[in-house]
């Protein structure tokens, strides 16, 4: 997604999807996608949408392998209460579903997507308290 | 070394150190949470000089603007003063110069202030009596030389604040104001963007004063406000408003009443309603939402999936505190 530079093997993949500017492109799309799916929007209900958005920023922006600070234990502890609701493995995979999605709207390439994607799966055991 | 000062105390920030690990280290209580500029959980706000723009990334234009920084992502580039956004400046005093009721349920009113305050129109103060009680209302003008505030204040049942302003406060008298807060005002730029301004009852307060500084800014850009009440009662400026539309081809103005049975010739519906269908997409726009909690927070939602950027969305939602028995 970055213009001005052509990909090359040395990019890491947060490089190479365009950095911050790219999450700041996905952010919104993505949790559109994401409150607009009845399957999962209960999770994600939250008067303060601003403060969600930022939590959804965060995600992707891990997803997208850049700079972040999260452990698995602070990954089973934001997810506890959701995980007391009843998240499971269904709802985890749809949000997978729309991370691919919202990648595939940007125009970002299979490759790349699939690499986003095993990052963001390399939290599932931690998310679910598995 | 840089100096960070908080309240009554002053910390050195030692080189490669950010705000938050310097506050952390002297055991001042600051809220935290990823630590890497995403959160937004340790926003603070510098009181003197402007934070580096680097410290300021994802926050809303408007907090921006205000001086809003993460502590987790700051290295100072200069000494600052600090304060925490719960953290409440100087306040100052205003005296009343003007009451009048704009409908049998709302009062304007308009204090004049001595000392130098600042304020985006838009933005709430707490109006403080003597005794302390104390509530927010929204200013209702935009700054300007004559260093007054006007405010619409609802008379709500049992209201003890809006009910002493309506039965006792008088010309003269005078209450304690603070510095102004909230994020919901219009930013210069992007001046042909259309802007959508939905409000119940007196939310019309806060975009009365956003309509008129857009005005004064010179925004191109179509501007469409919708002001709702479920009767007669909650409607005003109806024809301030209309004049201000015959002035500006560029302002639209939809008064709607969504109570039943109501002889009027006003748009019958409920004000979020109407706006939201108006348009078949809002990508590009910025929203301007207040009144009604209830109505903000959806409003907010639908608006945000109907395309609008969440960075272009403002709201006040306008919570009631109910009165201590």
């Known amino acids: ?130 | 070394m840089r100096s960070i000062t908080i309240g009554e105390s002053t910390f050195s920030c030692q080189p490669d150190e950010t705000v938050l690990e310097t506050l952390l280290r002297e055991n001042i209580k600051v809220p935290n949470g990823c630590r890497q500029g995403l959160c937004q959980a340790c926003q603070m706000r510098s009181l003197d000089n402007s934070p580096p723009v680097s410290a300021q990334v994802g926050l809303k234009d408007t907090l921006q603007k205000q001086n809003y920084f993460l502590a987790c992502i700051c290295h100072p580039e200069q000494d600052m003063t600090v304060a925490l956004p719960n953290q409440q400046g100087a306040s100052i005093e205003a005296g009343v110069i003007k009451k009048q009721l704009l409908t049998p349920d709302i009062v304007q009113l308009v204090l004049e202030y001595q000392s130098p305050f600042n304020f985006f129109a838009g933005q709430f103060v707490n109006l403080k009596r003597a005794d302390g009680l104390t509530r927010s209302y929204s200013i209702a003008n935009i700054p300007h030389h004559e260093n007054i505030l006007e405010f619409h204040i609802r008379r709500l049942p049992n209201g003890q604040f809006s009910s002493w302003v309506y039965d006792e406060l008088e010309p003269g008298e005078s209450v304690t104001i603070s510095e102004a807060q909230g994020s919901c005002h219009y930013l210069p730029g992007r001046a042909e963007q259309p802007l959508m301004l939905v409000g119940t009852g007196s939310g019309l307060a806060p975009l009365y004063g956003i309509i008129a500084d857009a005005l004064a800014q010179d925004h191109s850009g179509p501007i469409h406000l919708y002001h709702g009440s479920r009767d007669l009662n909650g409607l005003y400026f109806v024809d301030e408003m209309r004049e201000l539309a015959a002035e500006f081809d560029n302002f639209h103005y939809t008064p709607c009443l969504s109570g039943e049975d109501i002889e009027s010739d006003h748009v019958r519906g409920r004000a979020h309603d109407i706006a939201l269908s108006s348009t078949e997409s809002l990508s590009g726009w910025r929203v301007f939402l207040c009144g009604h909690p209830e109505m903000v927070n959806q409003t907010k939602r639908m608006a945000f999936m109907k395309g609008a950027s969440m960075g272009d969305i403002y709201a006040d939602a306008f919570h009631v505190i109910q009165a201590e028995k």
Not at chain 1, 16 to 33: H, M, P, Q, S
Not at chain 1, 81 to 102: C, I, P, Q, W, Y
Request: proline content about 2%; cysteine-free; glycine content about 6%.
């Open chain 1, 1 to 130: 997604m970055s213009e001005s530079q052509e990909p090359t093997s040395n990019q890491t993949l947060y490089e190479k999807l365009g950095g911050e500017a790219a999450v700041n492109a996905a952010v919104d799309i993505f949790y559109r996608k994401v409150l607009a799916d009845h399957r999962i929007n209960r999770f994600f209900d939250n008067s303060d949408m601003e403060k969600q958005a930022a939590k959804q920023k965060a995600f992707l922006t891990m997803a997208f392998g850049g700079p972040n600070n999260y452990s698995g234990t602070d990954m089973r502890t934001a997810h506890a209460r959701l995980v007391k609701m009843g998240l499971n493995a269904s709802h985890f995979d749809a949000v997978m579903e729309h991370l691919g999605a919202t990648l595939t709207e940007l125009n970002v390439p299979a490759e790349l997507i699939a690499q986003a994607a095993a990052i963001a799966e390399s939290t599932r055991n931690d998310v679910l308290g598995k």
